[in-house]
C-alpha cells in the first residue's frame, strides 16, 4: 500500500514570496490533515479535511495561509506571503474516517526555508 | 498552553540501557497514540493505547495508559542506536480525529 506523498521535499524562499505544497492521502482515507513542526516541537494542527470539507481551521493563520482539498482526494497548502517564522517542515497526514482510534499516517514532510 | 508534557526532552545514553519517557497532562484523552520519527521523516506510528491500565508491547518497547487516561509512558528495555529518533505522544479527545502532540523527546543511543 502506498503510503501518504507529498512535495517538495525541500523549499527555500524569499520572505514575501508565496509557496505551495502538495499532498496526496493514502488511497481512501477520507480524513486528510495538515500540520506545521517547528525544530524542536510537535506537530501543530493547521488544518484537518474530512473528503472535501474542513472540519478545523481553528489554527490556520488566515491571512497568509490557505488549503483546499477540490476532490476529496489530494490537497494543497499554500503561503502567501511567506514571513521568516513559516520555516519549519510541513507534513500531511491522512486517516481512514472509520477508524476508531484516529491513527494518522504521515507524509515525510516538505521542510521550508524562508530567508 | 501545553496540554501534553513530555519528559525528558533530550535523552543521550549507551547501548544496552534501559529508559523511559513520560507523557502527562490533566486533561483525560479517549486514546493516546505514540510516535517515533526520524530525520528527515514524517511521524510513524508505534502504538495505540485506548483503556485505563493498559500495557501494551512491542519487541523491547512497553507502553502504558495511566488508569484516569491522563497519562502514558514509554519504556525501552536494552535500547539499541537504531531506537535514535523524537519519541512523540498524541492524544485524541472526543470525536474527529484531532491529535493533540507532546513536544517530543529526542533520544540518542550511542554505540
Known amino acids: 500500500e502506498a503510503g501518504v506523498a507529498q512535495s517538495p521535499r525541500y523549499k527555500i524562499i524569499e520572505k514575501r514570496q508565496s509557496v505551495a505544497f502538495w499532498c496526496n492521502p493514502i488511497s481512501g482515507h477520507a480524513t486528510l490533515y495538515w500540520y506545521q513542526q517547528i525544530l524542536g516541537q510537535g506537530p501543530k494542527l493547521l488544518i484537518q479535511f474530512q473528503n472535501n470539507g474542513v472540519v478545523d481551521d481553528s489554527q490556520l493563520p488566515k491571512d497568509r495561509f490557505s488549503a483546499e482539498r477540490l476532490k476529496g482526494v489530494d490537497s494543497t497548502l499554500k503561503i502567501q506571503p511567506a514571513k521568516l517564522e513559516d520555516s519549519a517542515v510541513y507534513l500531511c497526514a491522512s486517516s481512514f474516517a472509520g477508524g476508531r482510534f484516529y491513527e494518522q499516517y504521515f507524509g515525510p514532510g516538505t521542510r521550508l526555508t524562508v530567508t | 498552553t501545553q496540554l501534553l508534557e513530555q519528559s525528558p526532552q533530550f535523552l543521550s545514553i549507551q547501548e544496552g540501557e534501559n529508559l523511559t519517557v513520560y507523557c502527562n497532562s490533566s486533561?483525560?484523552?479517549?486514546?493516546l497514540q505514540w510516535y517515533r520519527q526520524e530525520p528527515g521523516e514524517g511521524p510513524v506510528l508505534l502504538v495505540t493505547?485506548?483503556?485505563?491500565?493498559e500495557v501494551k508491547k512491542l519487541k523491547r518497547l512497553t507502553f502504558q495508559f495511566g488508569d484516569a487516561r491522563k497519562d502514558s509512558s514509554l519504556h525501552i528495555t536494552a535500547a539499541q542506536p537504531g531506537d535514535t529518533g523524537l519519541y512523540l505522544c498524541a492524544g485524541a479527545r472526543g470525536q474527529g480525529g484531532k491529535l493533540i502532540f507532546g513536544q517530543g523527546t529526542e533520544l540518542s543511543v550511542k554505540p
Open positions: 486533561s483525560v484523552f479517549s486514546s
Open positions: 493505547v485506548v483503556t485505563g491500565g
